[in-house]
C-alpha cells in the first residue's frame, strides 16, 4: 500500500496492552481516512447506546494521506469520539506538530480503548509504546504540562494534551497542541479526561512509501507558489480570520448578545484593524505558508493568539468591547483545554437567563471579571462553572421557563459565531452540519450574503451540499487545512491529484464527492443509532431565530420562516436521499456500499426505499 500505512495503533488503557491493526485497501479506497476512518471505526466497534465517558468508548486520532506530508497547511489531524456533549458523532480538527511525527511513526491512527486508573500519557516512538505515569502533570495547565513533555522528550516531538477542563469531563474541553491550537469541540478533550490520559507525545522517524514522489513535489512546489502569488495573500497574512468582525458587522451576521442581535456598535473595539496594530507575532500549524495565528498581548501581558471564533464568542455575544480583555479569555481557554465557542456561548447564555431572573446570582452583560472567574470554575467545575461546564443544552432544559429558546445549539453543540435571523440557508448549514452546530462543514454564509438573503431556494441547498462533500468529506478525510482553498482560492483540482500521486489510487472529484456522501450517511446512521427518538427537528436551528426578529441594523425585523424552513430541509434531505425524517433511504444506502447500516436502521426506524 502507497501513500497509506495500512497500520493503525491500537490501546488498551485498562490493560496497558498496545498492538498494530493491518487493514486493507479497501477501507480506505472507501473512506479515505482522517474523519471517514474515524466514523467507520466508531460504527464498527462502538457497543450502541454506550455513556460517552465509559472506557467503552473510543478515541479515534486520525491522519490522512495527505496529513504531515511536506504539502499546503498538510499538519492536521481529525480527533473522534462519540461525544459527551451531543451523544453523537463528534470530532475535531487540529493543527499540530503530532500530525507530521504520526506519519513518520508509521501509523494512519491511533485508537485508544479504555481507561486508566491512574493518570498517564502515552509516549509512542515509531514501534515503541510506553505507558507513562502523569500524575505530575494532572491539574497543570495545558501550557505547562507542554513544557514539562518538551523537557522530558526534547522539542522534536508532537503533542496531544488536555487541560484542567479535560480532566474534569467539561462537556466541551478540547484537545491542545503547540500552546493554543485546539481541536474536538464537541468534547472530545472530556473523553481524554474520561481515560485518565493527559497527553499522547508522538515521535515518528520513518517516511511512507509514496506512489509518485517526482509528481508529489511538483505539485507541493506549485501549489505553494500558488498560495504566495494570490491577491489576497497580503491581507490574510496581516488579519486571517479575524477580519471576519468586520464582514460579520457589514453583513450583519456578527453574534451578539447571545444572538441576539447581528450587529453591535462596538465591532471596532474588537476588529481585525485593531489586532494589526496590537499584533505582537504570527504562528501557525506546521507546513503552512499562510500562517493565520495573530498573537497580541491580552491585558495581563501574556501572548495570546486569537482567531474570528473566539474574538466573536468572548467579545460580541457577551457584549465585552476591549480586545486584551477578550484575548486574556482566550488565552484562559487554551491553557484550561476549553472550547472558546462552547464556552462563549455558555456565558451569553448564563448572562442571558441571570438578565431573565432564571439565576439566582446577578451576571451583567459584558462584565469582564465574572466571565474570568466563571471560565475557570467551569474548568474545574465549581460552584455555577460546573453548570456551565454541562453546555447550554442541558442548562435550559434544567431551567426550562422559556431558556430551550435562547439556548443557541443545534443536537447539543453550541452554534458557532455566525447570526442566522437573515441566513437561511447558514441556518440550514448549522443545523445539517454532522457534529452539531459548527461552521467548518459548510461556510454558506460567505456565500449567502453575495445571493438572495432571504431565499429558501434549490441554489442554496445545492451550494450547501457542495461545500459538504469538500469541506466535511474532503479536508477532513485527507486531512489538510482548507483554508488555503477557501480563503486564496488555491485551485481545488491540486488534491485530487494530491492524492492520487500519493497512493497511486486514481481518484476524480465525482470519486471524492462519493466518499464524502458515504461518510455523511454513516455519521447519520450513527446519531440514529446513538439517539432514542431521532426525529427531523434535530435538524432545525434555535427557536430564537424564528421568533424574536432582528432589533438592529440593516436587516431588522428580519427573523427565519418555520414553513419555508421546513420545506428547504425536505429539498435537503431530498438531494441526499434521505427521507423526510432525515434517514438515509435503503437505496441510498446500497448505493455507497453502507450494507452493515442498513438491518440496524430497519430494526430502530425503519427505512424507507
Ligand atoms: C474549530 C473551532 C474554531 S474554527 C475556532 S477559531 W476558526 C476555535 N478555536 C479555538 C481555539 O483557538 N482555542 C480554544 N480553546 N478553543 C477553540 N475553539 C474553536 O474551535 C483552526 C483553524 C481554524 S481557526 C479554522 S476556522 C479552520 N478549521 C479547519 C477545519 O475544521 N478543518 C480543516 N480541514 N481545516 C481547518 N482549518 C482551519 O483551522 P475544531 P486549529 Mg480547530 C486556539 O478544532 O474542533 O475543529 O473546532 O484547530 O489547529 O486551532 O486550527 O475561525
Ligand atoms: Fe493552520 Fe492557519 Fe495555516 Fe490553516 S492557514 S494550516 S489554520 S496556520
Known sequence: MKGWWGRILRVDLSRKKYWVQELNGEIYKKYIGGRGLAVKILWDELPPGIDPFSPHNLLVIASGPLSGLPLPSSGKLVVASKSPLTLGYGDGNIGTMASVHLKKAGYDAIVIRGASRKPIYLYIEDDRVEFRDAEDLWGRDTFETEDKLVKEHGRNIGTLLIGPAGESLVRYATII????????????????????????????????????????????????????????????????????????????????????????????????????????????CPYCNMQCGNVILDDRGEKSELDYENVAMFGSNILLNDLRKVATLNKLADKLGLDTISMGNSLGFIMEASEKNLIDERIEWGDYKAAQRLLIDTAYRRGLGSFLAEGVMRMSRWLRNGAEEFAMHVKGLEISAYDCHAAPGMALAFATSPIGAHHKDAWLIGLEVKMDRFAYNEEKVDKLIFLQRIRGGMFESLTTCRLPWVELGLNLDYYPKMLTAATGVTYTINDIYEVADRIYALIRAFWIREHDGWNRYMDYPPMRWFKEPLSRGPYTGAKLDLEKYGKMLNLYYDKRGWDHRGVPRRSTLVKLGLQETIPVLEKIVGLED
Not at 509518485?212 to 491581507?235: G, P, Q, T
Not at 456578527?254 to 499584533?279: F, Q
Request: glycine content about 10%; aromatic content about 8%.
Open 177 to 284: 497542541s503547540m500552546k493554543g491550537r485546539s481541536g474536538g469541540r464537541p468534547g472530545i478533550g472530556a473523553v481524554m479526561g474520561s481515560k485518565k490520559l493527559k497527553a499522547i507525545v508522538i515521535r515518528g522517524t520513518k517516511n511512507p512509501e509514496l506512489a509518485d514522489e517526482a509528481e508529489l513535489r511538483r505539485l507541493s512546489e506549485a501549489s505553494y507558489k500558488e498560495i504566495l502569488s494570490k491577491e489576497n495573500y497580503d491581507f490574510w497574512i496581516r488579519q486571517g480570520t479575524m477580519a471576519t468582525i468586520v464582514w460579520g458587522q457589514e453583513n450583519s451576521v456578527l453574534p451578539t448578545m447571545n444572538y441576539r442581535e447581528a450587529v453591535w456598535d462596538h465591532y471596532e473595539e474588537i476588529s481585525g484593524d485593531l489586532m494589526e496594530k496590537l499584533k505582537v507575532e504570527r504562528r501557525g
